[in-house]
């Protein structure tokens, strides 16, 4: 679930950890599921083939049934996913705690009615494979690693690993995670101990933890 690039300048010094692949600061897309697909397509054709009941020519009809599919989808998706859009345009705005508190609501509701994010195919017309409660607790596992906040991270992406054993979110979670506060703490002894020759990465001071997004988070 990870399309990542890269957000890393140059070393001026060599770290102790030179050699090692470092994780890439990203924004992770959500990967789109077939059977949401097939699903969304079979409603596309449904809608058109009523349309073509009491609708003449054909051709009419098939643009009515797209059209009504989009409609419904984009206010099903301004519905559904207000908060988890809301949060994404915060993490733009780097409003982090802001869009922290987006993402707990999002995590929240879809708690609260999971039925809707398993059968979002239907209920939103998504086909999106990782369902929202995943991506928000990884994007609130993001915005506490962006506000410093390194444990209350460790404890969403453990919570993220426990409710979805299989997650690779959390799996890269996890890496970054670890790269920040390796990073940290290199930073903080390279501060204390100036006047001594320590070997600190050169990256900036932007953690490498990764929000997740789907494609309809505009």
């Known amino acids: 679930m990870s399309k990542k690039e890269s957000n ?7 770290t102790a950890s030179e050699g090692k692949q470092k994780p890439k600061s990203s924004g992770t897309f959500s990967r789109t599921s077939m059977t949401s697909i097939l699903i969304n397509v079979g409603i596309i054709i449904l809608l058109c083939c009523l349309f073509l009941i ?6 009419t009809a098939l643009i009515c049934g797209l059209a009504l599919y989009f409609i419904l989808s ?18 733009r705005m780097k409003q982090f705690a802001a869009a922290q508190l987006e993402f707990e609501k999002s995590f929240s509701y879809f708690s609260e009615y999971p039925w809707i994010d398993r059968y979002r195919a239907f209920f939103m ?5 990782i369902s929202y409660t995943e991506m928000s ?41 670890e790269n920040s506060e390796q990073y940290q703490s290199e930073l903080a002894v390279a501060e204390t101990s100036s006047e001594q020759d320590i070997p600190v990465s050169a990256e900036n001071t932007s953690n490498n933890c990764a929000p997740s997004f789907s494609k309809y988070d505009n």
């Open 54 to 59: 009491y609708v003449k020519p054909a051709a």
């Open 125 to 129: 017309l998504d086909t999106s494979e």
């Open 8 to 14: 890393q300048p140059a070393s001026t010094r060599k």
């Open 74 to 91: 984009t206010i099903a998706k301004m519905y559904f996913l207000r908060y988890q859009r809301a949060g994404m345009k915060l993490v």
């Open 137 to 177: 607790l990884n994007n609130i596992a993001y915005c506490s690693c962006k506000l410093k906040n390194f444990s209350a991270a460790r404890d969403s992406y453990e919570k993220l690993a426990k409710l979805y054993p299989k997650s690779e979110l959390a799996k890269i979670g996890f890496q970054n995670l």
